[in-house]
């Protein structure tokens, strides 16, 4: 495990002649299996299962997911099984993500889309704990209290202050501990790699509910958030020749792989608002690179579609 994650300044000549000072926080380098942000959000969650003597981490995803494929690895190196609820009808072969799934020891379970829609109802929860057993569970994207508290740990390890963090999202668990971590004087700009991302707002403040007892010290974390949702390219796991073709020019000014799914909207985005003077000059900025490099392997159809692919 490579914690603290490290912290790398990146260097180009937009950045200097716009006078920021931009880190990326690489926390896609905290584990092969489990990286990034899914290691972050699965660490207290696998604690309290052990505390509670559950053997067994029910969860949630699609069938790419990133969060399926750390949670059973996690799993499986602490010695729990695994539970994977697949949204969509099983198609076979299964893809590289789910085979890896299953191989580190998770069960699949593949219900309906219509079905996953009610991951969060209370009768859908027990008719699979009538299934399966009185299990430990993780909602989708680690998104729960436990998730929270791990990511809040991301602020703690940094010896670099910005004035803006900066990080993807999907369930807003992410950047609640960021919020959560912020100091009065810090931004924590949240780039939706969702169409439509603006419920992440309610997300997050539901998210931040779970550690605050009041409206007004939720009211007054949000004030430090800025939710960005004009680069999602189409939506989720949707993809574009310009974002591949981004990926890879990042790719060869940095050596930094990143995701298409998320990382690359992020820097995408973050990139273009400097360029457009959105940042006052000497800002500093650090930005988040919750990993999930895994995913890229389920957008070749996709590219080849497009005609395009990655240099790495």
Known sequence: ?????????????????????????????????????????????????????????????????????????????????????????????????????????????????????????????????????????????????????????????????????????GTGTTATGLLLSATQHQKVMVFSGLKGGEFLKDDIKHLINYTTYNSEDTDDILQHLNLITDYHFGGFAKITPELVEFANAFYRQFQIPLDLIYTSKLFYGLFDLIRKNQFKPHSKIVALHTGGLQGNKGFSAQMKKLGVKLDY
């Open 1 to 169: 495990m490579n914690l603290p994650s490290p912290i790398q300044k990146l260097e180009s000549e937009l950045l200097s002649e716009k006078q920021i000072e931009l880190w990326i926080k690489r926390d896609d380098l905290i584990h092969p299996a489990i990286s990034g942000n899914k290691w972050r959000k699965l660490k207290w969650n696998i604690e309290k299962a052990k505390d509670n003597k559950k053997s067994t981490v029910l969860t949630f995803g699609g069938a790419f997911s990133n969060h399926i494929a750390a949670t059973a690895f996690a799993c499986k190196q602490a010695g729990l099984k695994s539970i994977g609820v697949i949204r969509g009808e099983k198609v076979e072969p299964l893809n590289a993500t789910l085979v890896k799934a299953q191989k580190d020891g998770m069960q699949l379970h593949f219900v309906s889309r219509a079905a996953y829609v009610l991951k969060k109802d209370d009768d859908f929860i027990l008719g699979l704990r009538n299934q399966f057993g009185n299990f430990h569970l993780v909602p989708e994207g680690g998104a729960n209290y436990y998730g929270v508290m791990g990511c809040m740990e991301i602020a703690k390890e940094l010896d670099v202050q910005p004035d803006f963090f900066a990080t993807s999202a």
